[in-house]
Nanobody
Framework: QVQLVESGGGLVQTGGSLRLSCVYSGRTFSIYYMGWFRQAPGKEREFVAAIRWSGSNTYYADSMKGRFTISRDSAKNTAYLQMNSLNPEDTAVYYC????????????????WGQGTQVTVSS
């Protein structure tokens, strides 16, 4: 089992920034990707970004490229999502997830999920 706990969400104005954190614990040796997804009301959960557990490969959804940055600090057992230039369309619950294998952009390939943290961007 892998446990994930997100934090860092909140209310921010358009153009502002937030940094989300995801503390992980448990059987982390089984992790292949760490990912961030988001879900807005009435919409499906969508891929935001992912990072390979080994190495530094990172992946982003097209609409997040250049604005969001995913990173991981192994010493702190924490993954981060730095979000800049936020706009109201970024309003959603953001989830941290861990996958043992498979495609990094598919939510169904992730085995463990955090509880989510709300991000609200006001216009």
């Amino acid at each position: 089992q892998v446990q994930l706990v997100e934090s860092g969400g909140g209310l921010v104005q358009t153009g502002g920034s937030l940094r989300l954190s995801c503390v992980y614990s448990g059987r982390t040796f089984s992790i292949y990707y760490m990912g961030w997804f988001r879900q807005a009301p009435g919409k499906e959960r969508e891929f935001v970004a992912a990072i390979r557990w080994s190495g530094s490969n990172t992946y982003y959804a097209d609409s997040m490229k250049g604005r969001f940055t995913i990173s991981r600090d192994s010493a702190k057992n924490t993954a981060y999502l730095q979000m800049n230039s936020l706009n109201p369309e970024d309003t959603a619950v953001y989830y941290c997830a861990a996958a043992a294998s498979g495609s990094y952009y598919l939510a169904r390939r992730y085995d463990y999920w955090g509880q989510g943290t709300q991000v609200t961007v006001s216009s």
